[in-house]
């Protein structure tokens, strides 16, 4: 996105091979990622059943009133639930690239939201620290919204405001019960003492859920995005659905984990 952002606007033609081949980059390392990816490994609310993880201390605010101390990790991994979303981002981010091809308004301010909602929605799903999680699905929020409102179809007006208010309200739920997440659950740092936590490994509890069903926002009648944003509205319920399916305990509902998580992918 920032390199396109650099681009001359007067070459169309260049953004939209460069916003192509940063989609068709990701396929490819998506599929490197699956072609390590450790099938043996098995286990949940565990830092190692996770793989490929990227973590380091990203926010550490000590010492606030009521808050204590702050401690929110840049924490990114993968398991058996978010690799296949992976995958299947990466193939409909690259053919949404594709579809978008007779875009010609706005052809660099396009493709910027687009591959800003696409690291969106790449983050959403390996995103294991649950602050983390809700900047990426603001991140893909905004972009959405300037998508359906400039290039949308006839209503696309209509459109942009009602994607608006549906999600506004479910990311305030979201927030509220991240909040609440936040002081129930606690980390062991390394000198032994507990602080509360963010990370999505200690905060798998089906309190989301509700959130993430008003976020879901299910409306097949809504036909006024842009064409290419109905495969990425499709890809965005799903990772409101993601993060719900991740809270089930697999020790009790290991099969409906695996039957959720092909519907899932498959529709």
């Not at 953004?15 to 072609?35: D, E, H, P, R």
């Not at 973590?55 to 009521?66: D, E, L, Q, V």
């Not at 052809?107 to 929605?121: E, I, Q, R, S």
Request: with cysteine; aromatic share 16%; glycine share 6%.
């Amino acid at each position: 996105m920032i390199v396109i952002l650099f681009l001359p606007k007067e070459k169309p033609k260049l953004v939209k091979y460069l916003a192509l081949a940063i989609t068709a980059v990701q396929v490819l390392l998506a599929i490197v990622l699956l072609s390590h990816y450790n099938y043996t490994a098995a286990g949940v609310y565990d830092e190692k059943s996770f793989q490929f993880i990227e973590k380091f201390r990203w926010i550490n605010i000590a010492g606030i009133s009521w808050l204590g101390n702050v401690k929110i990790d840049y924490f990114l991994g993968l398991d058996g639930l978010s690799m296949p979303m992976v995958i299947l981002t990466s193939i409909v981010s690259f053919i949404a690239a594709i579809s978008s091809w007779t875009i010609n308004k706005s052809v660099k301010g396009y493709f910027a939201l687009f591959l800003l909602l696409d690291a969106g929605m790449m983050g959403v799903f390996v995103s294991l620290d649950f602050f983390l999680f809700y900047v990426f699905w603001e991140l893909m929020l905004l972009p959405m919204y300037f998508l359906i409102g400039i290039w949308g179809g006839p209503r696309k007006e209509y459109a942009a405001i009602k994607f608006f208010i549906y999600t506004l309200f479910g990311s305030i739920f979201i927030l509220l019960v991240m909040i609440g997440l936040y002081f129930s659950a606690t980390e062991l740092m390394t000198d032994g003492s507990r602080v509360h936590t963010f990370s999505l490994i200690a905060l798998m509890n089906p309190a989301n859920y509700s959130a993430d069903g008003i976020l879901s926002a299910l409306n097949p009648g809504n036909l006024d995005l842009l064409p290419t944003s109905h495969c990425l509205s499709a890809l965005q319920l799903k990772s409101r659905c993601f993060h719900s399916i991740l809270g089930f305990p697999t020790h009790t509902l290991k099969r409906l984990r695996r039957f959720l998580l092909f519907l899932l992918v498959f529709f």
